[in-house]
């Protein structure tokens, strides 16, 4: 079955770059998409397609997606912009939806 | 304004049985490919099931067999019966309405509901 990995944690400092990666095989082959979910909350979609933003989310956040790696990117970050992060695709193969395991992003 | 809220969580014996609904407004279920995806607790997102809009359904190796998605357009609301309850099935399930727009490479989420919280304990 396709698998998806995400780093566990990201740390980040106030006002700088943090980037979160997604492996998988020849996920650029695939869309991928992100989802933000804060403590106690639902998942909200942040980047679909490898790089679009859905309306109303910040256009500090951006996506790219080559080879076998998904990136999300958030410039300027914020204390607001901690969170979960998931990253998902579409498994062809076997018509499944995939997630990877999510990564905890502090900004410190 | 566009919208799901899930709801028929609640605690049940293992073994025991469920029907999870998803209300939609704003949007009917019978016009969009539909999931369900749960959260156990301190856990990932996990997909769960989804339903095209020609009624194709497709599950999770966990489930498949135990649990049935379908929905009522009349009633614009998504269904999840879960059976045969095992106590790592106990987690939030959401339900969120869905996108293909290039076959085969694409899939995205972008309305999800609260949640509805199932726990399976003896």
């Known amino acids: 079955s396709y698998e998806l990995t995400q780093p566990p944690s990201v740390s980040v400092s106030p006002g700088q770059t943090a980037s979160i990666t997604c492996s998988g095989d020849k996920l650029g082959d695939k869309y991928a998409c992100w989802y933000q979910q804060k403590p106690g909350q639902s998942p909200v979609l942040v980047i679909y397609?490898?790089?679009k933003r859905p309306s109303g989310i910040s256009e500090r956040f951006s996506g790219s997606n080559s080879g076998n790696t998904a990136t999300l990117t958030i410039s300027g970050t914020q204390s607001m912009d901690e969170a979960d992060y998931y990253c998902q695709a579409w498994d062809s193969s076997t018509a499944h939806v995939v997630f990877g395991g999510g990564t905890k992003l502090t900004v410190l | 304004e566009v919208q799901v809220v899930e709801s028929g969580g609640g605690l049940v014996q293992p073994g025991g049985s469920l029907r999870l609904s998803c209300a939609a407004s704003g949007f009917t279920v019978g016009s969009n490919l539909m999931t369900w995806v749960r959260q156990a607790p301190g856990k990932g997102l996990e997909w769960v099931s989804l339903?095209?809009?020609?009624?194709?359904?497709y599950y999770a190796d966990s489930v498949k067999g135990r649990f049935t998605i379908s929905r009522d357009n009349s009633k614009s609301t998504l269904y999840l019966q879960l059976n045969s309850l095992r106590v790592e099935d106990t987690a939030v399930y959401y339900c969120?309405?869905?996108?293909?727009?290039?076959?085969?490479?694409?899939?995205?989420?972008?309305?999800w509901g609260k949640g509805t919280t199932v726990t399976v304990s003896s």
């Open positions: 397609q490898d790089a």
């Open positions: 339903i095209y809009t020609d009624d194709n359904t």
């Open positions: 969120a309405r869905s996108h293909i727009e290039v076959p085969g490479i694409d899939y995205y989420m972008d309305v």
